[in-house]
């Protein structure tokens, strides 16, 4: 199993519609995870952390954390063209604090 | 947020030729730097854990004497990737953390391309 699972997708999603996208990772991974959105040739930008259950809300993003079944999600309300881009699901690794364990991501198509 | 200055942003050079990949802190100081590498629709692939001061630490299948990494100050660490072959054509991303947060903040990448 890998450390941290994604969906690459490419996920649709209508303008103005909610994005879900999805993350299960192993016991390898700790507690602390971080969506990262990616635009194709561009770096990793980070957009949301998370290191407790429940949800935690910043703008139009929502994070989810469900430590006993090991997943992690991201909500992108009232989704926009500009939200098309690849989102990594990463975690901190439990043997080397610091050193993270990313997914494959998520590819989003936004469309009009 | 935290800032990451990585140069060049793009680099080609000929099969054999060595190249330099330079990144940089620049509003904090990073004990830790992470060197990664993205091939085209895939994730990002950790190579080395550059620590300031002391030797870095390479990931399992990653030659330390192909990707030279130095750390030599808590603002820039710099990855050299020598005898460079169009295997190693890829897009090469460097990222910092800032003091005890577990937040990582990249560097702008540099694709490179080996002709």
């Known amino acids: 199993q890998k450390e941290v699972e994604q969906n690459s997708g490419p996920l649709s999603v209508p303008e103005g519609a909610i994005a879900s996208l999805n993350c299960t990772y192993s016991d390898r991974v700790s507690q602390s995870f971080f969506w990262y959105r990616q635009y194709s040739g561009k770096s990793p930008e980070l957009i949301m952390s998370i290191y407790s259950n429940g949800d935690k809300e910043d703008g139009r993003f929502t994070a989810q954390l469900n430590k006993a079944s090991q997943y992690v999600s991201l909500l992108i309300r009232d989704s926009q063209p500009s939200d098309s881009a690849t989102y990594l699901c990463?975690?901190?690794?439990?043997?080397?604090?610091?050193?993270?364990?990313f997914g494959a991501g998520t590819q989003v198509v936004v469309t009009p | 947020g935290a800032v990451v200055s990585q140069h060049p942003s793009w680099v080609i050079c000929k099969s054999g030729t060595s190249v330099k990949i330079e990144c940089r802190s620049l509003d904090f100081q990073a004990t830790t730097m992470f060197w990664y590498r993205q091939f085209p629709k895939q994730s990002l692939m950790l190579m080395a854990t550059?620590?300031?001061?002391?030797?870095?630490?390479?990931e399992q299948g990653v030659e330390k004497d192909k990707f030279l990494i130095n750390h030599a100050s808590l603002t820039l660490s710099t990855l050299t990737v020598t005898s460079a072959h169009p295997e190693d054509s890829s897009f090469y991303i460097c990222s910092a953390r800032s003091g005890r947060s577990e937040k990582l903040f990249f560097g702008s990448g540099t694709q490179l391309s080996v002709l």
């Open positions: 550059s620590n300031e001061g002391s030797k870095a630490t390479y």
């Open positions: 990463a975690g901190g690794a439990t043997d080397s604090w610091g050193k993270f364990q």
